[in-house]
């Protein structure tokens, strides 16, 4: 039996994780501060006996026991608002947290895989995005406590298995969407949706004329379990490459959920990017992998989803 050990898997893509890395047969414990992870994302796994929780902030030293095969780094504020709230600790734990992290997986021989991002890319002047371009990044931004930390993450990663060599993986993660995300997280998903659902107007910054990729969680599981099992020690771009306007995707959402909700514009945020679409090229070539679920259906099951929330909590705001 082998166990994987996933930060950050209270989460929103963590908790996902999780639990396909059960169904998988694999033993987890799932390790999360609960910052902006969530217990009642996990609250149908804490019965199986192959699951167990830690609740730790990975940004300090942790020490297990028993043996750990894998490792899969995804604790970290993903969300602007989050991020932008804490940029001490998303910086944190984009560094220590990812030393601390293959440290351990050092010690036990695991396989180590580091969730990245799109946001490795910036602003780009490449587009689509491929594994290849280095991006457009302001360090000193606002937006720069997320970006520079996955990219440091990325480079401390390649470090550990050169010097090392530690068997590791990077999964640059494009936007990603489905049930357990938090609907006033501030990415545009849950935003759209939660607006909608409650009849408010929706908020598109700048003219809307922005672009983004929209892959559904479970795609983006299947694609990171074939990463994790392969071979490929760069990094590779999981997400899906149908691109469309924030415009266009408000108004998708405002007509498969029915709502009034009329469109307010507001002033583009710093910084943010005009394009974001994956160059999935390497993932179909070494992974045989691509996005299966159509944005329709993946929007409804995410719909359903919130509809069938009575509140959302949201995370505690610590101090820094």
């Not at 036990?108 to 490449?126: F, I, K, M, Q, R």
């Not at 299947?222 to 099992?229: D, T, Y």
Request: with cysteine; aromatic share 8%.
């Amino acid at each position: 039996m082998t166990t994987a050990l996933v930060t950050g898997g209270a989460g929103f893509l963590g908790s996902h994780l999780c639990e396909r890395i059960l169904a998988e047969g694999r033993d987890v414990i799932c390790v999360d501060n609960l910052l902006t992870g969530r217990k009642v994302n996990i609250a149908h796994l804490e019965g199986e006996n192959r699951f167990r929780f830690v609740q730790h902030d990975i940004s300090l030293p942790l020490e297990i026991s028993e043996k750990v095969d894998y490792v899969l780094h995804f604790a970290s504020p993903a969300s602007p608002i989050d991020y932008l709230e804490l940029p001490i600790q998303t910086l944190k734990v984009g560094s220590l947290g990812t030393h601390n992290t293959l440290g351990l997986a050092k010690a036990h021989g695991a396989t180590y895989l580091l969730a990245s991002t799109s946001e490795v890319y910036g602003d780009p002047l490449v587009h689509p995005q491929p594994e290849s371009y280095w991006g457009n990044v302001n360090p000193v931004g606002p937006r720069g406590v997320y970006d520079e930390a996955k990219r440091f993450g990325e480079a401390m990663v390649m470090a550990y298995h050169r010097v090392h060599g530690l068997e590791t993986r990077i999964v640059r993660i494009f936007n990603t969407y489905g049930p357990r995300m938090r609907p006033r997280d501030g990415r545009v998903v849950p935003a759209f949706i939660d607006q909608c659902l409650r009849n408010e107007p929706l908020t598109v910054f700048g003219t809307g004329s922005q672009t983004r990729s929209f892959c559904y969680v479970d795609d983006l599981v299947e694609g990171i379990w074939r990463l994790l099992n392969s071979a490929e020690r760069e990094p590779v771009n999981i997400g899906n490459p149908s691109e469309l306007t924030i415009l266009e995707f408000a108004e998708r959402i405002a007509e498969l959920t029915g709502s009034s909700s009329q469109i307010e514009f507001k002033q583009l945020p710093i910084d943010d990017p005009k394009t974001r679409q994956p160059d999935i090229s390497r993932a179909r070539k070494i992974l045989g992998w691509e996005p299966q679920v159509p944005l329709e259906e993946g929007l409804r099951k995410t719909i359903d989803y919130f509809r069938g929330l009575s509140e959302d909590s949201g995370p505690a705001s610590p101090a820094v």
